[in-house]
């Protein structure tokens, strides 16, 4: 019989207490659940005493955004830890430490990040992080290269693969962003001011068959393990320092994945900049730092990969000369088209983004959401045909214009 139970307070404080040295066994602890997420609980266990804290997540199971008509497996909480111990051994300034867990409890215990700060949340206040591209781009390098045929032993990587078989949360981005928006589906959530333009992505043909591409590569191309969900909301950050967090989506999928979710992300808020800086100058001065963010992440990411396997490739034939360019245009290509499918999906899809929705003004929300659809339709549709980062630029700053006019 399964041990698990969703965790109340008292359960947290009980569990914190078991990490070795981590807690004095007399400490007097208090405890919040803080998970402002759509799918699992999250506490922060605090000793007043020594202020020390740390935080413990625990999957419940079913999607909690939805309820318990939508079960989901425990086992993502295995694989978001062991996904979590890679990243943090690849990348340890980049990741949260890991101070233990338990897989039938569905329980991860790590470190505190209160002194950062949520990135989604830290772009709405209108930051600025200079630092996060280079360590965004170092991160998605390192961790795909290294769990990649390029980077590991490639009968190791087949092993590897099969501990991060994850179909519940797979099905999630293979409904939520490869197929509702382009149907009138039942998770569908968007406002009646857009319906028409909800409307045009379920009739627009050659929108599907670029989706159904990049759905298939999402499928079927385990070209390394894929943090899976590396939205802002999965990044804390400060003005020099970054953390990954919440791998639960981890697999073995499609590079261009990851690199497309943090654009799309930056997008969002891009698009959503007129809703937030009433002064034109500001408006323009942000919009650009975005941009050239974009760019920034893509270079480093571009920069530190060639590297990696320039010096330590464990594959002899991707030696071979022009094959890491292709390569490379590979990982830009798809980057640029899931990047597309994850900006409509937050637009018309079940889970939408706070950049865009906490907007008050109804005419410029409305306004973000059509400039967005327009900016993700471009980029899917022109993402195969695309040569150079500065292309995102280019097609963003003309689909901002076109959106602009609707
Ligand atoms: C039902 S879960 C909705 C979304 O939340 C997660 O952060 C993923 O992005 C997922 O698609
Ligand atoms: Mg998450």
């Excluded at 605090?46 to 997540?57: A, E, M, R, T, W």
């Excluded at 425990?74 to 051994?89: H, K, P, V, W």
């Excluded at 032993?153 to 797979?170: E, G, M, T, W």
Aim: aromatic share 10%; glycine share 6%; proline share 3%.
């Amino acid at each position: 019989m399964s041990l698990y139970r969703a965790f109340a307070l008292e359960d947290a404080i009980v569990f914190a207490k078991s990490i070795p040295g981590f807690f004095p066994a007399d400490a007097v602890l208090t405890c919040e659940e803080i998970g402002d997420g759509n799918l699992n609980l999250v506490f922060r266990v605090v000793n007043p005493q020594q202020n020390k804290s740390l935080i413990i997540k625990q999957a419940l199971p079913y999607a909690k955004v939805v309820g318990e008509s939508w079960p989901l497996s425990l086992d993502r909480a295995r694989i978001e830890r062991e996904a979590l111990e890679i990243q943090y051994r690849l990348c340890p300034q980049l990741v949260p430490a890991i101070y233990g867990g338990d897989n039938e409890l569905a329980i991860t215990v790590m470190e505190d990040l209160s002194g950062y700060t949520i990135m989604r949340q830290g772009l709405i206040d209108g930051n600025i992080y200079d630092n996060f591209a280079e360590h965004i781009g170092h991160f998605i390098a390192t961790t795909l290269f290294y769990t990649s045929d390029l980077g590991m032993n490639q009968q190791d990587k087949k092993l590897q693969s099969a501990r991060f078989i994850n179909p519940d949360l797979c099905k999630i981005t293979e409904d939520l962003i490869f197929e509702d928006p382009y149907r009138d589906a039942e998770n569908n959530n968007f406002t009646e001011d857009i319906r028409s333009e909800a409307e045009k992505l379920w009739q627009d043909q050659a929108l599907h068959l670029e989706v159904a591409l990049l759905r298939e590569k999402f499928l079927t191309h385990g070209e390394a393990l894929l943090h899976g969900d590396l939205h802002t909301g999965s990044i804390f950050v400060t003005s020099d320092s970054t953390k990954v967090i919440d791998p639960e989506f981890a697999y073995y999928g499609p590079m261009g994945f990851d690199i497309g979710a943090v654009i799309a992300n930056l997008l969002l808020n891009y698009a959503a900049q007129p809703g937030w800086s009433s002064n034109h100058d500001i408006l323009r001065e942000r919009r650009a730092w975005l941009l050239s963010t974009i760019s920034s992440v893509w270079n480093h990411f571009e920069q530190n990969f060639r590297n990696l396997w320039n010096t330590y490739g464990v594959d002899s034939m991707s030696k071979t000369p022009g094959y890491q360019d292709l390569y490379i245009e590979k990982i830009l290509k798809d980057a640029i088209g899931f990047a597309g499918c994850k900006v409509i999906r937050r637009i018309v899809g079940l889970s939408h983004v706070a950049d865009i929705d906490t907007i008050e003004n109804e005419l410029h929300r409305r306004q973000a959401k059509v400039t967005a659809l327009e900016i993700g339709k471009r980029l899917v549709k022109q993402g195969r045909t695309a040569a150079s980062i500065a292309q995102v630029i280019e097609w963003t700053e003309a689909a901002a214009k076109e959106g602009a006019s609707v």
